[in-house]
């Protein structure tokens, strides 16, 4: 190889199925002068013993499609490269033993045919023929996914970095990281063991390495490392080579074949960390000591599934750490903090699965500025104030990784870690009966449990042990007045004389707004994809208040700064932990807070769509009149000392109106009923406000130039391929939970983006996106027959094109 170049376009650290991933598909989209550095060999890190199952089903349909490119490039990668991969597409089984479980794999059936996977459910009998070595006296059910597959790691790794060589990516083995250079938030140089190389972007793909090599760019990549063991035997009687690959999640294990003999391997429910202090200088192609002890209850479970391995020889136990998440999720995409710092990092021991998408995705992010299509799951962005501290990552990603084969439940909370962020009126609400959720580390209510009932989740499929406590809630918002705690919403202030001129550009709708009054708008990308979704309030000539998502705080902070044009006088400021916010929404809401305002509330002197600072229980309140809800009502911004007051005052005037406390998932329900978008559902970076139903909210009929006008021209000028629509069913005793499969005229046509249950209209309420390449109009929505698939089960539903709850607004207006 010849001597480290002093200049790249694109440096790449990490040599490990993600590096090479990368460099080959950066390399195909023809960008030159990329570079892959190693601190050791190709594969040493982990991707080296890894177990090497290719699964492709997931519960976002883009990270299913991305895991899916895998599968379609390694079924070519030998033949274009030469090099053998140990691909075969030996079909994936997953079995349930249990009536909760069978529900589960029935609903990730009906994901799969949502996503255009195959995904077939058989009999105990029928999974016996596929796998007959195991013992199926327990056997509900299985599925099977026909193109899921197995492949060797190092092989594939291998193969990726000769197709990238080929293209002229230079690759350097025995080369480790020693600094990076960052000047004014941008990307420099990387500083090496064999010197310096100057460039714009690096991708961070080191693996367990990647936290460290964030901290020298002062990116933050929050994963940690975990043991995880895996068994290979000997070559055992009756274990065809055609074997498909094995999940069995109740007894927490995975199979495949290899050599006529099993691997196996498991998720233990008590994890054990590795290298918390450190990972040991030198550490390459190595593993850690076998833990026989802790492998036992996973080698007990197999004996029971696999009878024949009491008389299997034994080749190895491995014990290889992995680079986990706090949240299962891997890790993609353009840092924050640096500009041109990406990361690659975090695959939860699921890497090989989604080596080659994951390339694919970053070569994209790179070469284009954004990525092929919305990966918000996996998306750096989602990430927050508490995953800077590593502990608190830790003690939730070890709750991750025992929860991978669990049952996932519907509405299932995570624990570790809590509580971590506290609204003022946490003490408060948790007298008062909350049960509380998390996001981005902040405690929210999401129902209260009255006098009998215990303020606790209780999951299963079916309709949950809170669905009457939020029926009340719901209940008291719609008829008398409620009082929501909203402090978790992600606040900014953007300030500067050009704050009007940058707002113009970057939002869709029109924010030249006088002072006093505030909008709702979508923030596009170029191809007219919804990046944000927020309210805009206008304080003065010079300064604006934005109040978006509580989990979006850091995507959207990071879209408006980059976005802002430059030039301009215009500063974005975080205040979220300044104010706290109280909802109090219902058609009572307006006498409630005359009892505690001597400001005018009245419609005439505080319209709908009015920002103004008012006095309520003696605390200077920021009131906004606006809703995601349905009612009349305002979103009280309170000083974050003065909250507790004004909560306890609220309350006490309420009283006599019959108040109410209520939570997110009664929210949930009521802007269902009223057609209100939810930003990483229902909207996102693929879907543009004409195809969402928003088009509304943009200034199109005006000559103001914005970020996506151009994208939204064009296309209003064909048939929309797809457009959202609301969709019911009557029949209580189905849960829709989002995802269920769309059938119009019998014909697959789409998915459901979100879903629940309205309790005012006592239906069952989902929304999703009908598709059809010759164009989804009025008349195509309104003449078709339509049916949903609900854990395999056709069910007729009725389809909608307006809000089903008060469609002309004299409720919130009143």
């Known amino acids: 190889m010849s001597d480290l170049p002093r200049q790249a376009r694109v440096v790449i650290i990490g040599g490990g ?49 991305l895991l899916g490119y895998s599968v379609d490039l390694y079924r070519r990668l030998e033949t274009e490269t030469g090099l053998a991969t140990g691909w075969k597409m030996n079909g994936g089984l997953r079995l349930a033993c249990t009536h909760a479980r069978w529900t589960e794999v029935k609903r990730q059936a009906t994901t799969a045919h949502s996503f255009g996977l195959e995904m077939d459910l058989l009999t105990p009998a029928e999974a016996l023929a596929l796998w007959p070595i ?139 960390p590795w290298a918390e202090d450190g990972i040991p200088e030198g550490f390459q192609f190595q593993l850690l000591q076998p833990d026989w002890d ?43 903090e640096v500009r041109g710092f990406f990361v690659g990092a975090g695959f939860n021991a699921f890497g090989i699965a989604s080596g080659g998408g994951a390339g694919m ?67 408060r609400l948790l007298e008062r009966g909350a049960c509380f959720g998390e996001k981005l580390g902040w405690e929210r209510p999401n129902w209260f449990a009255t ?9 299963s499929f079916e309709r949950q042990n809170w669905f009457e406590a939020v029926g009340r809630e719901h209940a008291a918002t719609r008829n008398r007045v409620a009082v929501f705690d909203q402090s978790s ?36 990308n170029a191809r007219g994809g919804i990046e944000c979704d927020l309210t805009v309030a206008r304080l003065a000539a010079d300064r604006y208040y934005l109040v978006t998502g509580t989990g979006f705080a850091t995507h959207d902070a990071d879209w408006i700064r980059r976005n802002l044009p430059d030039g301009l006088d215009a500063h974005l400021v975080d205040v979220t932990s300044a104010n706290a916010v109280l909802s109090v929404m219902g058609p009572k809401a307006r006498t409630l807070l005359e009892a505690l305002s001597q400001d005018p509330l009245s419609n005439a002197g505080f319209p709908f769509g009015a920002v103004r600072e008012i006095s309520v229980a003696g605390a200077p309140v920021l009131a906004m009149r606006v809703t995601y809800v349905g009612e009349l009502g305002w979103e009280l911004h309170v000083p974050a000392e003065f909250a507790v007051n004004v909560y306890d005052a609220v309350l006490a005037a309420g009283a006599k109106l019959g108040i109410a406390d209520a939570g997110y998932r009664a929210i949930d329900s009521l802007r269902l009923e009223k057609g209100y978008r939810a930003w990483g559902s229902d909207i996102g970076p693929d879907h543009t406000p004409l195809e969402a139903g928003l088009g509304w909210a943009v200034k199109l009929r005006t000559d103001q130039a914005f970020l996506g006008r151009e994208a939204l021209l064009e296309q209003r000028q064909s048939p929309l391929k797809k457009r959202l629509a609301c969709f019911t069913v009557s029949d209580p005793d189905i849960v829709l939970l989002g995802r269920e499969t769309l059938y119009r005229n019998g014909e697959r046509a789409g998915w459901l983006t979100s879903a629940g249950f309205g309790n005012t209209l006592g239906l069952n309420i989902g929304y999703g996106y009908v598709r059809n390449d010759a164009g989804v109009d009025q008349t195509y929505l309104q003449t078709g027959q339509y049916e949903l698939e609900v854990a395999t089960q056709r069910i007729p539903c009725t389809v909608h094109t307006g809000p089903l709850y008060d469609p002309d607004m004299e409720r919130i207006r009143a």
Not at 185 to 198: N, P
Not at 383 to 410: C, K, M, Q, S
């Open 17 to 65: 199925i993600i590096g090479c991933s990368t460099a080959y598909h950066l390399a195909a989209l023809g960008i030159d002068e990329v570079v892959l550095i190693e601190r050791a060999k190709l594969t040493s890190g982990s991707t080296f013993h890894a177990a090497g199952l290719v699964g492709q089903l997931r519960n976002n349909a883009n990270i299913t499609q």
């Open 134 to 272: 195991m013992d199926i006296s327990d056997l509900v059910g299985a599925a099977f996914l026909p193109t899921d597959g197995q492949a060797n790691p190092s092989d594939i790794t291998q193969s990726l970095a000769r197709g990238a060589r080929t293209r002229g990516v230079a690759v350097f083995e025995d080369t480790a990281v020693t600094g990076i250079d960052i000047d004014g938030g941008q990307v420099r140089a990387v500083d090496t063991s064999s010197g310096r190389i100057d460039c714009a972007c690096i991708v961070n793909c080191g693996g367990q390495w990647a936290r460290e090599i964030g901290r020298m760019a002062g990116v933050n990549v929050p994963l940690v490392s975990v043991q995880h063991q895996y068994m290979v035997t000997e070559p055992m009687d009756g274990v065809p080579t055609g074997l498909p690959t094995l999940r069995d999640p109740d007894r927490l294990l995975y199979f495949k074949e290899e050599v006529g003999g099993l691997v196996m391997g498991g998720y233990e429910p008590n994890p054990i």
């Open 294 to 336: 802790h492998f036992e209850p996973l080698m007990s479970e197999a004996l029971l599934r696999v009878p024949a391995l009491q008389q299997a020889g034994i080749r190895e136990l491995i014990n290889g750490p992995e680079s986990f998440t706090p949240d299962g999720n891997f890790i993609l995409g353009e840092a924050p």
């Open 361 to 427: 995705a970053l070569a994209e992010w790179v070469a284009r500025g954004e990525p092929p299509f919305d990966l918000w799951p996996v998306d750096i962005r989602r990430f927050g104030r508490p995953h800077g501290d590593i502990n608190w990552v830790r003690r939730r990603t070890l709750e991750a990784y025992a929860r991978h084969y669990t049952l996932a439940w519907p509405h299932e909370e995570p624990e570790a870690g809590r509580p971590c962020r506290r609204s003022p009126l946490y003490a």
């Open 451 to 459: 006098e009998g009932e215990r303020a606790q989740d209780q999951y």
């Open 489 to 524: 919403f992600a606040k900014f202030l953007l300030v500067g004389r050009d704050a009007e001129a940058a707002l113009t550009w970057i939002c869709a709708n029109d924010v030249t707004r006088p002072p006093g009054r505030l909008v709702y708008t979508q923030m596009l």
